[in-house]
């Protein structure tokens, strides 16, 4: 159905001169697709209203196809509900037209319970989720850009999600007690593990467990991220920490859009719109090229060196006959990075002559990921998706150290003595994979099936020159001389040359039917793998009940396994081999809604945790499944949806999560373990030009274990060095982390062009994270990360 818009007020006698000056000259249009949920068919008949900031409201029915179409409007912000007797009514608060553009939404409606008379859900949420955990939270694409502290990384965006927390050092985030590789991060839901750049820890024996720096996806790019720190179905396996997943946006299919992004770290290109080879195809492409060190050095970090990324992603749709779909989705993200002797020099900013950071590193490597997506949908309800993919990762990797106390401060970098490489490491992770899923209505409700099937090949090399002295250790790592102060990496502990081919497989079946008030879904999966030649079951159960048109309870309960890391199977030297990890979940959450605005959830959850798998030596690399915990706490969130120009949110976690390495061991605080966390943010649109968003977050240090500072380690006549002996286990907590992120937003049309001024402040207050330390072996002080406010400000235009 086509609706044209009509002014406000009509005049009777305008000169033919004036009616076309009077006409937008840059109309906008509004093309809605409206299907069922479950089984993705459209929906005729379909009420939709349309209204702008000045509460001017246009209204039309979806025809056969479930498509309305409203043509000729204004430029600007406005108001998108969509209702159907028997569906969840759908309000998209804040949707921008632009100039001589048709925008596109495709919504899906969910059938509504029977309960419920009437229950608005907005394209940003925040708790309320149906069948799974109460906090399920999404972002759309519009949220996600304009995230205050994002800095154009989409993981960055996430801040305020119930149960996540990142902190300002990494583009990662833990949930509930788990460490960020815990986490399952889906791309149009297909696994992607490197979607951070700088997470691996291979070539330096750090095993720097916090993630990753900067992650592949800019926010424009994604469509929306959907979060479960819980209770996700039995679809989903391999990690157990949390689920995410990404759907990159689908580009526009009937007008073209151009962009251009410009800030002090690179530039960004991007096209929306028509293939213009096939009438049904849509092309999303966006091609970014990123050098850190340019934005480091503008705000005095000259020591942390020169992080350079690109990347390249292209998303094509094709629309078949009946309803089917085609999608190809294409990422190429390589990363470089070098720390080189200049960087070193100007590590000495407290004291000159005493460097904190003297290593010296080049790495670089490759990441693609190649998925194909055919959807389609048979009889009736049903519906069959078939995955294809290819993944690649390949690492080269060397990492040394300089030595400029011992020559004169002003000593030519190229004179300095340094030993480089010290360790290299090699990786080659390859992957070819099909995933299938079907669902069908039967006789007691809706059925959902598939089977996941990979091949994957890896390859993980590592050599060390030599013994190299190390001066952070554990009171129990390995020394020859028990009253040595440090520890000697050597060729026989840290060598290794793993290679592999394995299968990796899973089958799980999930049933939804109804009992009365109450929903269930019950469902069974299967995970096995040849790298461990192990295999587990895991049962999994959710119910939800609509106590009234106001107030919802949803349970969840189920056992998720995740399989080992893999460079802790290469380097493990343990006899022992290493299997499925065992967490086993239970969550009871309460979502009710205040008024037409105001919203709130509570959720308490427990896991108990089983064949944990657990460092014994870092010197030695021995691993084993020997460790076992809990965790368990609260979750709670309170919500103003976006009306009147602005929206805000308020979340809160207190986690208790607790461990021990092995059988009668004592339990100590985990790593990622703080016990209280909080996050208050906004929105405001001022006007159509004006955005204004910020979020300000604090939470718990996280623990660490109290240590004793050795000094003159190596004796009289050697280099002075001290070292940092850990003799407790997590028994102390670092000072509280906070930050406060501001995000300014101002648009305007200069004739078809968009021009978008942004700048967008990470940490405005300077704070520092007391969390991430700073050992310095050359003059035995501890520092944290120091709090610098960082300013990204930009240019994107669009046309």
Same mark, same amino acid.
């Given at each position: 159905?086509?609706?044209?818009?009509?002014?406000?007020?009509?005049?009777?006698?305008?000169?033919?001169?004036?009616?076309?000056?009077?006409?937008?000259?840059?109309?906008?249009? %509004?093309?809605?697709?409206?299907?069922?949920?479950?089984?993705?068919?459209? %929906?005729?008949?379909?009420?939709? $209203?349309?209204?702008?900031?000045?509460?001017?409201?246009?209204?039309?029915? @979806?025809?056969?196809?479930?498509?309305?179409?409203?043509?000729?409007?204004?430029?600007?912000?406005?108001?998108? @509900? =969509?209702?159907?007797?028997?569906?969840?009514?759908?309000?998209?608060?804040?949707?921008?037209?632009?100039?001589?553009?048709?925008?596109?939404?495709?919504?899906?409606?969910?059938?509504?319970?029977?309960? =419920?008379?009437?229950?608005?859900?907005?394209?940003?949420?925040?708790?309320?989720?149906?069948?799974?955990?109460?906090?399920?939270?999404?972002?759309?694409?519009?949220?996600?850009?304009?995230?205050?502290?994002?800095?154009?990384?989409?993981? $960055?965006?996430?801040?305020?999600?119930?149960?996540?927390?990142?902190?300002?050092?990494?583009? +990662?985030?833990?949930?509930?007690?788990?460490?960020?590789?815990?986490?399952?991060?889906?791309?149009?839901?297909?696994?992607?593990?490197?979607?951070?750049?700088?997470?691996?820890?291979?070539?330096? #024996?750090?095993?720097?467990?916090?993630?990753?720096?900067?992650?592949?996806?800019?926010?424009?790019?994604?469509?929306?991220?959907?979060?479960?720190?819980?209770?996700?179905?039995?679809?989903?396996?391999?990690?157990?920490?949390?689920?995410?997943?990404?759907?990159?946006?689908?580009?526009?299919?009937?007008? &073209?859009?151009?962009?251009?992004?410009?800030?002090?770290?690179?530039?960004?290109?991007?096209?929306?719109?028509?293939?213009?080879?096939?009438?049904?195809?849509?092309?999303?492409?966006?091609?970014?090229?990123?050098?850190?060190?340019?934005?480091?050095?503008?705000?005095? /970090?000259?020591?942390?060196?020169?992080?350079?990324?690109?990347?390249?992603?292209?998303?094509?749709?094709?629309?078949?006959?009946?309803?089917?779909?085609?999608?190809?989705?294409?990422?190429?993200? &390589?990363?470089?990075?070098?720390?080189?002797?200049?960087?070193?020099?100007?590590?000495?900013?407290?004291?000159?002559? =005493?460097?904190?950071?003297?290593?010296?590193?080049?790495?670089?490597?490759?990441?693609?990921?190649?998925?194909?997506?055919?959807?389609?949908?048979?009889?009736?309800?049903?519906?069959?998706?078939?995955?294809?993919?290819?993944?690649?990762?390949?690492?080269?990797?060397?990492?040394?150290?300089?030595?400029?106390?011992?020559?004169?401060?002003?000593?030519?970098?190229?004179?300095?003595?340094?030993?480089?490489?010290?360790?290299?490491?090699?990786?080659?992770?390859?992957?070819?994979?099909?995933?299938?899923?079907?669902?069908?209505?039967?006789?007691?409700?809706?059925?959902?099936?598939?089977?996941?099937?990979?091949?994957?090949?890896?390859? #993980?090399?590592?050599?060390?020159?030599?013994?190299?002295?190390?001066?952070?250790?554990?009171?129990?790592?390995?020394?020859?001389? &028990?009253?040595?102060?440090?520890?000697?990496?050597?060729?026989?502990?840290?060598?290794?040359?793993?290679?592999?081919?394995?299968?990796?497989?899973?089958?799980?079946?999930?049933?939804?039917? @109804?009992?009365?008030?109450?929903?269930?879904?019950?469902? #069974?999966?299967?995970?096995?793998?040849?790298?461990?030649?192990?295999?587990?079951?895991?049962?999994?159960?959710?119910?939800?009940?609509?106590?009234?048109?106001?107030?919802?309870?949803?349970?969840?309960?189920?056992?998720?396994?995740?399989?080992?890391?893999?460079?802790?199977?290469?380097?493990?030297?343990?006899?022992?081999?290493?299997?499925?990890?065992?967490?086993?979940?239970?969550?009871?959450?309460?979502?009710?809604?205040?008024?037409?605005?105001?919203?709130?959830?509570?959720?308490?959850?427990?896991?108990?945790?089983?064949?944990?798998?657990?460092?014994?030596?870092?010197? @030695?690399?021995?691993?084993?499944?020997?460790?076992?915990?809990?965790?368990?706490?609260?979750?709670?969130?309170?919500?103003?949806?976006?009306?009147?120009?602005?929206?805000?949110?308020?979340?809160?976690?207190?986690?208790?999560?607790?461990?021990?390495?092995?059988?009668?061991?004592?339990?100590?605080?985990?790593?990622?373990?703080?016990?209280?966390?909080?996050?208050?943010?906004?929105?405001?649109?001022?006007?159509?030009?004006?955005?204004? +968003?910020?979020?300000?977050?604090?939470?718990?240090?996280?623990?660490?274990?109290?240590?004793?500072?050795?000094?003159? =380690?190596?004796?009289?006549?050697?280099?002075?060095?001290?070292?940092?002996?850990?003799?407790?286990?997590?028994?102390?907590?670092?000072?509280?982390?906070?930050?406060?992120?501001? $995000?300014?937003?101002?648009?305007?049309?200069?004739?078809?062009?968009?021009?978008?001024?942004?700048?967008?402040?990470?940490?405005? /207050?300077?704070?520092?994270?007391?969390?991430?330390?700073?050992?310095?072996?050359?003059?035995?002080?501890?520092?944290?990360?120091?709090?610098? %406010?960082?300013?990204?400000?930009?240019?994107?235009?669009?046309?």
């Amino acid at each position: 159905m086509t609706l044209r818009a009509q002014p406000a007020i009509h005049r009777r006698f305008w000169p033919l001169t004036a009616l076309l000056l009077c006409q937008p000259l840059w109309a906008a249009d %509004l093309h809605l697709t409206i299907r069922d949920q479950t089984n993705q068919r459209p %929906l005729s008949s379909t009420e939709v $209203r349309v209204s702008d900031r000045q509460n001017q409201t246009w209204q039309g029915l @979806t025809d056969e196809s479930g498509i309305a179409r409203f043509e000729g409007l204004d430029a600007g912000l406005y108001e998108v @509900t =969509v209702s159907r007797a028997g569906y969840v009514t759908a309000r998209l608060p804040s949707v921008r037209l632009i100039e001589d553009k048709i925008t596109p939404l495709d919504l899906s409606l969910a059938s509504a319970n029977k309960q =419920v008379e009437e229950l608005v859900v907005i394209g940003n949420s925040i708790g309320g989720g149906w069948l799974s955990s109460t906090g399920a939270s999404r972002k759309d694409r519009e949220a996600l850009r304009s995230a205050a502290g994002s800095g154009s990384d989409v993981l $960055r965006a996430l801040d305020g999600m119930p149960g996540l927390f990142s902190s300002g050092a990494y583009s +990662s985030f833990t949930v509930r007690g788990s460490g960020p590789r815990d986490n399952l991060i889906l791309v149009d839901g297909v696994p992607f593990a490197r979607v951070v750049h700088f997470s691996d820890s291979f070539g330096d #024996l750090s095993d720097a467990q916090d993630g990753g720096r900067y992650s592949v996806f800019a926010p424009n790019t994604v469509g929306s991220a959907d979060f479960q720190p819980g209770g996700w179905s039995a679809a989903y396996g391999g990690r157990a920490g949390s689920l995410l997943q990404l759907e990159v946006a689908r580009g526009n299919p009937q007008t &073209p859009a151009y962009t251009a992004r410009l800030d002090i770290a690179g530039v960004e290109l991007g096209y929306d719109g028509p293939s213009y080879l096939h009438a049904n195809t849509s092309v999303l492409f966006s091609a970014r090229q990123l050098n850190f060190g340019r934005l480091f050095e503008a705000v005095g /970090l000259d020591d942390v060196g020169e992080p350079e990324v690109t990347h390249v992603i292209l998303k094509t749709h094709t629309a078949l006959t009946g309803g089917n779909s085609l999608e190809f989705l294409a990422i190429y993200a &390589p990363e470089r990075y070098s720390r080189d002797m200049d960087n070193v020099l100007a590590s000495d900013n407290d004291t000159p002559g =005493v460097y904190d950071n003297v290593g010296l590193v080049e790495q670089a490597s490759d990441n693609t990921l190649l998925v194909a997506t055919y959807q389609q949908l048979l009889g009736q309800n049903a519906s069959l998706q078939h995955k294809l993919y290819y993944r690649h990762y390949g690492e080269d990797t060397q990492t040394g150290e300089a030595y400029p106390e011992q020559v004169a401060t002003d000593t030519p970098a190229q004179l300095i003595p340094r030993r480089q490489p010290i360790i290299s490491a090699h990786q080659d992770d390859s992957e070819i994979g099909w995933r299938l899923d079907f669902s069908d209505n039967n006789a007691l409700g809706r059925l959902s099936a598939g089977t996941r099937l990979s091949q994957s090949d890896l390859t #993980l090399q590592r050599a060390i020159d030599g013994p190299w002295n190390r001066y952070e250790y554990q009171a129990s790592s390995f020394r020859p001389n &028990p009253e040595q102060r440090y520890v000697v990496l050597t060729p026989a502990a840290v060598n290794t040359d793993y290679r592999a081919r394995a299968l990796q497989y899973a089958a799980y079946i999930d049933q939804e039917f @109804t009992l009365g008030a109450w929903d269930w879904r019950a469902g #069974l999966r299967y995970e096995g793998d040849k790298f461990t030649s192990d295999g587990e079951l895991s049962p999994r159960l959710a119910v939800s009940w609509q106590v009234s048109d106001r107030a919802g309870v949803s349970a969840t309960v189920g056992r998720y396994v995740q399989m080992p890391r893999l460079d802790d199977l290469a380097g493990n030297t343990s006899d022992a081999t290493l299997g499925y990890e065992s967490i086993d979940q239970i969550s009871l959450g309460v979502h009710y809604q205040l008024n037409q605005r105001w919203e709130m959830f509570i959720e308490p959850y427990y896991q108990q945790r089983r064949e944990l798998v657990v460092q014994r030596d870092a010197v @030695t690399q021995t691993y084993s499944n020997s460790g076992a915990g809990t965790s368990w706490g609260i979750d709670a969130a309170l919500t103003r949806q976006f009306a009147y120009g602005w929206s805000a949110s308020a979340t809160y976690s207190y986690n208790q999560t607790q461990q021990r390495d092995a059988a009668g061991l004592p339990e100590y605080d985990a790593d990622y373990h703080r016990p209280h966390a909080l996050s208050v943010g906004g929105v405001w649109e001022i006007n159509a030009r004006w955005k204004l +968003s910020g979020r300000w977050k604090w939470a718990s240090g996280l623990p660490y274990g109290n240590y004793i500072v050795h000094a003159n =380690v190596l004796g009289d006549g050697q280099p002075v060095r001290y070292s940092r002996e850990t003799i407790g286990q997590n028994n102390l907590r670092y000072d509280d982390y906070g930050s406060l992120n501001i $995000r300014l937003d101002y648009r305007r049309p200069l004739g078809a062009t968009q021009v978008i001024a942004f700048i967008d402040i990470i940490n405005l /207050l300077g704070e520092e994270n007391p969390s991430n330390i700073n050992f310095n072996e050359r003059s035995g002080t501890i520092k944290p990360e120091e709090g610098s %406010l960082l300013p990204l400000l930009g240019l994107r235009f669009e046309w």
